[in-house]
């Protein structure tokens, strides 16, 4: 008869597709029984962070929500900082662990529970009886609520007989937050008439809308009120009119388009968080800005919000196309869109082909990659100086098209493994990380596991500036000592190679040929490509400049 350990296995399967792990004593029949009994993916990774950081990559790039597994006690803690990240993220995701045996802890137990409530993850202890109906509990509480969430399978549960697998209905998810009562009328109500009397207009997007589908109801609501556009960093693509978009807001956006934002009298801001990065550490908006959001957070998250309503970006979106319509009652729409040179205001900084200290300039080298990288491009980041390079050269088509996995913590070494859960979820797309070599060598265990995964259809772009960048620049430029922030320079090549990959030193542009060979090639046929740039330290990413002015 099946086991406790089949149930969650056989469960999981009929809701989840792909399962992230390493293997050991905790969760040993859970994946066998996996293995054995369904048809959801099993892939390995080396390190136990990579599999809830494959998971949380899996998301991100496809909406649909995959499992972690490992096993307990150090299996377990070595998952935290990844599991910290999927928490402060708000990515939903299913760590199915091994735990404790009911009898008590054994010298090598930890406080699982408490030690995951530490960073934010609710723990869903499974049973013989309700082995089943649990696993569809723990997976309903991470979609309703956008968290990860642990299963817990207690050591002595495991290999109990629980009978025959029942039918358990599936997890339910509410449906998207439609604004009530007449607070939110009215609130509506003001915000379409500023929308429809704005000079300025100007509307602005982040993940939260990507999420809840609203890329189209907000192209309508830019052409309806003559509204320029941008994006948060994990929003970037969602406006389906480029025409009129600025690109991303924040330390990344470029300066140009900056201004232009501040230019403008009345914005809307649709499902972002507005952090102090998005909002140029409270900048991003001129003092006389009227600023409004809709988020299906309890209240505004900004100060400079002047007037907030609660409810999904997708149903407010629509609502206001109707509202701004019957307001403007035929009248033209803002011309300021139309007078501005949007191509010329989303312009970077060129750099030079190297830096003053020979090195490659960081710059040039992002903007000839960008012209070089295929168009079907998946790109995954790592945490660091360097994530401002990708982020400002290298457009992507949509928001699930671009992650920054360890941002949200502020962690680095996440970087290897979300090319594991990206390439599962896309496995068609050409997925592209880019990485610092700090981050590169933290987590250089699961290295093996994205050219393993990916093969023909992964890159990895290493930024080898022989240091912490964001260290240097920040504590190096007070005084500190530099010694802990450098690193000695390492060959991401050779280790590409030793794992089946093909590695290149890159120390000129004229080096990235190889990748405009590499892109012509038969994905079948070519290997996982790493790209080793050696750039300098020298060059200051503009966001990080602005860090540094306001710690300063």
């Known amino acids: 008869?099946?086991?406790?350990?089949?149930?969650?296995?056989?469960?999981?399967?009929?809701?989840?597709?792909?399962?992230?792990?390493?293997?050991?004593?905790?969760?040993?029949?859970?994946?066998?029984?996996?293995?054995?009994?369904?048809?959801?993916?099993?892939?390995?990774?080396?390190?136990?962070?990579?599999?809830?950081?494959?998971?949380?990559?899996?998301?991100?790039?496809?909406?649909?929500?995959?499992?972690?597994?490992?096993?307990?006690?150090?299996?377990?803690?070595?998952?935290?900082?990844?599991?910290?990240?999927?928490?402060?993220?708000?990515?939903?995701?299913?760590?199915?662990?091994?735990?404790?045996?009911?009898?008590?802890?054994?010298?090598?137990?930890?406080?699982?529970?408490?030690?995951?409530?530490?960073?934010?993850?609710?723990?869903?202890?499974?049973?013989?009886?309700?082995?089943?109906?649990?696993?569809?509990?723990?997976?309903?509480?991470?979609l309703t609520y956008r968290v990860p969430v642990v299963l817990a399978i207690p050591y002595d549960v495991a290999t109990l007989d629980a009978g025959e697998v029942p039918a358990v209905d599936a997890p339910r998810t509410p449906a998207p937050l439609a604004p009530r009562g007449e607070f939110a009328e009215g609130m509506l109500d003001e915000i379409a008439a500023a929308l429809a009397g704005a000079a300025r207009p100007f509307l602005l997007a982040g993940r939260g809308a990507w999420l809840s589908g609203a890329g189209a109801a907000l192209g309508e609501l830019a052409a309806e009120t003559g509204a320029l556009t941008a994006s948060t960093a994990l929003g970037r693509g969602l406006f389906p009119d480029r025409r009129f978009d600025l690109g991303v807001t924040g330390g990344f956006g470029a300066d140009g388009a900056m201004e232009l934002v501040r230019d403008a009298d009345v914005a809307v801001v649709f499902g972002a968080s507005l952090n102090q990065f998005t909002m140029r550490f409270g900048e991003l908006f001129a003092p006389g800005t009227r600023v409004f959001q809709?988020?299906?957070?309890?209240?505004?998250?900004?100060?400079?919000?002047?007037?907030?309503?609660?409810?999904?970006?997708?149903?407010?979106?629509?609502?206001?196309?109707?509202?701004?319509?019957?307001?403007?009652?035929?009248?033209p729409a803002a011309p300021w869109r139309e007078s501005v040179d949007v191509a010329a205001s989303r312009a970077y900084e060129h750099g030079d082909d190297l830096a003053a200290d020979g090195r490659l300039d960081p710059r040039a080298a992002a903007r000839r990659i960008a012209e070089l990288l295929p168009e079907d491009r998946v790109v995954v980041s790592d945490g660091g100086h360097f994530i401002?390079?990708?982020?400002?050269y290298w457009p992507v088509a949509s928001p699930d098209r671009m992650m920054m996995i360890g941002t949200a913590f502020q962690a680095i070494g996440q970087g290897w493994p979300s090319v594991v859960g990206a390439t599962r979820a896309r496995p068609d797309s050409?997925?592209?990380?880019?990485?610092?070599?700090g981050g590169g060598l933290m987590a250089i265990a699961d290295l093996e596991s994205a050219v393993r995964a990916a093969g023909g259809r992964g890159i990895a772009v290493v930024w080898n500036d022989a240091a912490y960048g964001a260290e240097v620049n920040l504590y190096g430029l007070k005084g500190l000592a530099q010694e802990p922030m450098r690193i000695p320079e390492v060959d991401f090549a050779a280790f590409a190679g030793a794992v089946g990959a093909e590695?290149?030193?890159?120390?000129?542009?004229?080096?990235?040929?190889?990748?405009?060979?590499?892109?012509?090639?038969?994905?079948?046929?070519?290997?996982?490509?790493?790209?080793?740039?050696?750039?300098?330290?020298?060059?200051?990413?503009p966001y990080q400049r602005e860090i540094i002015r306001v710690n300063s």
């Open 1 to 142: 008869m099946p086991s406790v350990s089949a149930h969650v296995a056989l469960t999981t399967a009929r809701h989840i597709d792909h399962v992230f792990g390493v293997m050991g004593n905790g969760n040993a029949y859970f994946l066998d029984a996996l293995e054995k009994q369904t048809d959801a993916t099993y892939t390995a990774v080396r390190h136990e962070q990579g599999a809830v950081v494959a998971a949380d990559a899996h998301f991100r790039a496809s909406g649909r929500i995959a499992a972690a597994t490992t096993t307990y006690g150090a299996g377990f803690t070595n998952t935290l900082t990844a599991l910290a990240e999927s928490v402060q993220a708000h990515v939903p995701l299913v760590l199915v662990v091994g735990d404790e045996p009911t009898s008590g802890p054994r010298p090598w137990d930890v406080d699982q529970i408490a030690l995951a409530s530490g960073v934010g993850a609710r723990t869903y202890t499974v049973g013989r009886a309700d082995a089943a109906a649990t696993v569809v509990i723990a997976i309903e509480h991470a």
């Open 294 to 331: 809709v988020d299906v957070a309890p209240a505004a998250t900004h100060a400079h919000v002047g007037g907030f309503v609660r409810g999904d970006a997708r149903v407010v979106a629509e609502t206001l196309v109707l509202r701004v319509r019957a307001v403007r009652d035929g009248a």
């Open 388 to 392: 401002g390079w990708a982020n400002m």
């Open 430 to 437: 050409t997925i592209v990380l880019t990485s610092g070599d």
């Open 503 to 541: 590695g290149v030193a890159v120390r000129s542009l004229d080096d990235l040929e190889r990748l405009a060979a590499w892109t012509r090639e038969d994905p079948a046929e070519r290997r996982f490509l790493v790209l080793d740039l050696r750039v300098s330290g020298d060059v200051i990413a």
